[in-house]
């Protein structure tokens, strides 16, 4: 498969814990979005990488969550101190070229939901 | 900011009738625009899109849509709907460096 990958598919945390997700790009891609979709809601901008360097970040991105993109490559974003309110899937996109959604396509992993009980 | 309305979160169609989604933005540049499908706990799968040129786009799956500029619309259709063509249906439109998505309309066909 060489579509957008995203682990874990579904992640059940309590309140206050710390959790990691996954997003493995389409290889060639230089662009990387994260999105936060809740319940019968479009998604929501989160952060964007070009390569390696983070270029933009959405103020619904408050200080508990972070993300990287090592060398490129996988992303991971985390949530540190989840809230009942985090509960959302998270959407990962990656893109190529100079101009994100241009007329390259984007494409959209599965999502990881997240459940905060 | 550029923003996104779509009209209706739910549509109902019966198998074979026309679709018609609506979608309606706000832009201070020339958009690039985009529609995208979602089936239950899946991503999203681009449709078609609107970036130069003709206005009248075609997509995947017998869907496409018109790029009204004096209108600010982008209206998703097909002429006969299908049973599998019930999902979640997002318009979205370029902002800088983002899409930015509308709130979606869930398409529901009766048999």
């Known amino acids: 498969d060489t579509g957008v990958s995203q682990n874990p598919r579904h992640k059940i945390t309590k309140r206050g814990q710390n959790v990691t997700f996954r997003c493995d790009p389409i290889s060639e891609h230089n662009r990387l979005y994260w999105y936060r979709q809740t319940l019968g809601q479009g998604p929501e901008f989160l952060t964007y990488?070009?390569?390696?360097?983070?270029?933009?970040k959405s103020r619904l991105l408050s200080d508990r969550f972070s993300a990287e993109r090592p060398k490129g490559s996988f992303s991971t974003l985390e949530i540190q101190r989840t809230e009942q309110g985090d509960s959302a899937m998270y959407l990962c996109a990656s893109s190529l070229g100079a101009q994100v959604f241009d007329s390259t396509e984007a494409f959209f992993g599965q999502g990881t939901r997240l459940t905060v009980v | 900011a550029q923003s996104v309305t779509q009209l209706g979160s739910h549509v109902s169609v019966s198998e074979g009738a026309l679709v018609l989604l609506r979608c309606n933005y706000s832009?201070?540049?020339?958009?690039?625009l985009f529609w995208y499908v979602q089936y239950p706990n899946q991503g999203l799968q681009l449709l078609l899109k609107?970036?130069?040129?003709?206005?009248l786009v075609k997509g995947i799956n017998g869907f496409e849509a018109e790029f009204k500029k004096s209108e600010t619309s982008f209206h998703l259709t097909k002429p006969s709907a299908h049973m599998s063509d019930a999902a979640e249906y997002f318009c979205?439109?370029?902002?800088?460096?983002?899409?930015?998505f509308g709130g979606g309309t869930r398409l529901m066909v009766k048999p």
């Open positions: 832009s201070s540049v020339p958009p690039y």
């Open positions: 979205a439109v370029t902002s800088g460096n983002m899409l930015t």
């Open positions: 609107y970036t130069t040129g003709a206005t």
């Open positions: 990488f070009q390569n390696e360097a983070q270029l933009e």
